[in-house]
């Protein structure tokens, strides 16, 4: 089965820098990338997504880019602020296959400190 | 739309006790999903639903756990009975999948369950 591995597990940046966490999965059928950032006491949302016909997407200051060939996809956040603090989630499934599970990486703690 | 709604959002049990986690999709949602979250093990999928038919319940830790979607407005997660190592967050979460592209899963806020 599918296995998501993601890195790190905790980043610390100054406010206004960038932050790039990276997932790796093992499946080559999975073509669906979805990330979500999930704050305190609430439950995951998804922020962005991408799926495997795209190399990249961009939604003003995330970005999500894709490597089939060496099946890792990694989110970036430009000038970060203390409000993008919290724990973020990639996840891989295959798509549009109705119902297909998602499966999850074991999360990035961002901290932006002002 | 009110979103994911689950209840209770806490709970605090005694070990053997019979727990029952409820959740209301979106309306118009045909998929449903149970999560676990813990620090160890990070964000687990437990069972999901199609149109209220189990699809895949492989996620089920044990028989002790169970769960049920007796309508598309309504489902339930059981633990009977329950086990210290049962604390975590359990999250429903809900999705439309009758249009492509449309798989986004929509997360409750979760109900933390503590088993003492």
């Known amino acids: 089965g599918e296995n998501v591995e993601q890195h790190p597990s905790t980043l610390s940046v100054q406010e206004g820098d960038s932050a790039v966490i990276k997932c790796t999965y093992s499946?080559?059928?999975?073509?669906?990338f979805p990330w979500y950032k999930q704050e305190l006491g609430k439950g995951p949302q998804l922020i962005i997504d991408?799926?495997?016909?795209?190399g990249e997407k961009k939604d003003q200051r995330i970005a999500v880019t894709l490597n089939k060939t060496a099946k890792h996809f990694s989110l970036h956040i430009t000038e970060t602020q203390p409000e993008d603090s919290a724990v973020y989630f990639c996840?891989?499934?295959?798509?549009?296959?109705?119902?297909?599970?998602?499966?999850f990486g074991k999360g990035t703690t961002l901290s932006v400190s002002s | 739309d009110a979103g994911v709604i689950q209840s209770p959002r806490h709970e605090v049990t005694e070990m053997g006790q019979e727990v029952t986690l409820r959740c209301k999709p979106i309306?118009?949602?045909?998929?449903l999903f149970w999560y676990r979250q813990t620090m160890m093990r990070g964000l687990e999928l437990l069972i999901y639903?199609?149109?209220?038919?189990?699809?895949?319940d492989s996620g089920m830790p044990e028989d002790r756990f169970s769960a049920k979607m007796p309508n598309a407005s309504f489902s339930t997660l059981k633990i009977q009975p329950s086990e210290p190592r049962d604390s975590a967050v359990y999250f429903c979460?809900?999705?439309?999948?009758?249009?492509?592209?449309?798989?986004?899963?929509?997360f409750g806020p979760g109900t933390r369950l503590l088993v003492l």
């Open positions: 979460a809900s999705s439309n999948i009758r249009e492509l592209y449309q798989e986004t899963q929509y």
């Open positions: 499946d080559s059928a999975s073509n669906y």
């Open positions: 991408i799926r495997s016909n795209v």
């Open positions: 996840a891989a499934s295959i798509s549009p296959q109705a119902g297909t599970a998602l499966i």
């Open positions: 309306s118009g949602h045909d998929y």
């Open positions: 639903f199609n149109n209220n038919v189990p699809i895949d």
